[in-house]
C-alpha cells in the first residue's frame, strides 16, 4: 500500500521569502510523485510530477520539487514566494506497480502575508 | 484546455434519499475518479473507471455506486444518503498510455453536497 505525509499542516511565509511544502512517501516500488494545488472554492490544478530522470523537477508557476529517494521525500519549493501562491498544497504518490491509485496527503495550508 | 464538468456545485439533500452527482469531461481520456475530500483528510479515492461500463472500488466505496455508460461521463450515486457524506465531492479525469506513467489528473471544481 502506498501513502503521504504532509507533515505541516499550515506553512505561513513573507512575501518574496522562499517558500517550502514538506512531503514523505511510502510505495513499495518505485514512485511516481505529483504535487497539486487547490484555490478556494476550485478543483485541483496539477503543478508538476516526477515519474523517472532528473531529482529536480520544474512546474507551473515558478515552483520546483525535489526527489530524494534515500529520504523518501518531495518537497516542494519556490525561491520567492508571493501572496497568490496563497492556497492548499496536496502532494500525492502512485505506485508504478498500482497503476490507477493515486493516494494523497492531508494537505498544507500555504499563507503568503504581504 | 482539458474540461472537467461537475454538474452541481452546490447540493442540500435529506438523509435517505437517493443523490445523483453528474461529472463529463470534453478530452476523451480512458479514466475517470471520484474523490471525496475532507479537512484533514485529503483525497480519499472513492470509485474509478478505466473504460466505459468497467468500474472498481477504491478506498471507501461503501455507501456509493457509480455508472459509466459513455466515455466522456461518469456518475457518483448515493443511493441513501447519510449525514457522514457531507462532503466535497471531486470528479477526475486523466489519459491512459501504453505504459501508465503519466497519472496526471484533471479535476472539476467540485460538489459540495450537504445532507440534513
Known amino acids: 500500500a502506498q501513502s503521504v505525509a504532509q507533515p505541516e499542516d499550515q506553512v505561513n511565509v513573507a512575501e518574496g521569502n522562499p517558500l517550502t511544502v514538506k512531503c514523505t512517501y511510502s510505495?513499495?516500488?518505485?514512485?511516481?510523485l505529483f504535487w497539486y494545488v487547490q484555490y478556494p472554492n476550485r478543483g485541483l490544478q496539477f503543478l508538476l510530477k516526477?515519474?523517472?530522470?532528473?531529482?529536480l523537477v520544474k512546474g507551473s508557476y515558478g515552483f520546483e520539487a525535489e526527489f530524494n529517494k534515500s529520504q523518501t521525500s518531495f518537497h516542494l519549493k519556490k525561491p520567492s514566494a508571493l501572496v497568490s501562491d496563497s492556497a492548499l498544497y496536496f502532494c500525492?504518490?502512485?505506485?508504478?506497480?498500482?497503476?490507477?491509485?493515486?493516494?494523497f496527503g492531508a494537505g498544507t495550508t500555504v499563507t503568503v502575508r504581504a | 484546455d482539458v474540461k472537467v464538468t461537475q454538474s452541481s456545485r452546490y447540493l442540500v439533500k435529506r438523509t435517505g434519499e437517493k443523490v445523483f452527482l453528474e461529472c463529463v469531461q470534453d478530452?476523451?481520456?480512458?479514466?475517470m475518479f471520484w474523490y471525496r475530500q475532507d479537512p484533514g483528510l485529503g483525497l480519499r479515492l472513492i470509485y474509478f473507471?478505466?473504460?466505459?461500463?468497467?468500474?472498481e472500488k477504491g478506498d471507501i466505496p461503501e455507501g456509493y455506486s457509480v455508472s459509466r455508460e459513455k466515455k466522456e461521463r461518469f456518475s457518483l450515486i448515493l443511493e441513501s444518503a447519510s449525514t457522514n457524506q457531507t462532503s466535497m465531492y471531486l470528479c477526475?479525469?486523466?489519459?491512459?498510455?501504453?505504459?501508465?506513467?503519466?497519472?496526471?489528473?484533471?479535476f472539476g471544481e467540485g460538489s459540495r453536497l450537504t445532507v440534513l
Open positions: 477526475a479525469s486523466s489519459f491512459q498510455d501504453s505504459n501508465l506513467v503519466t497519472g496526471e489528473l484533471f
Open positions: 510505495v513499495s516500488g518505485n514512485p511516481y
Open positions: 516526477y515519474i523517472t530522470g532528473d531529482n
Open positions: 500525492a504518490v502512485r505506485d508504478i506497480e498500482d497503476d490507477y491509485k493515486l493516494s
Open positions: 478530452m476523451d481520456h480512458e479514466n
Open positions: 473507471s478505466y473504460d466505459v461500463k468497467m468500474k
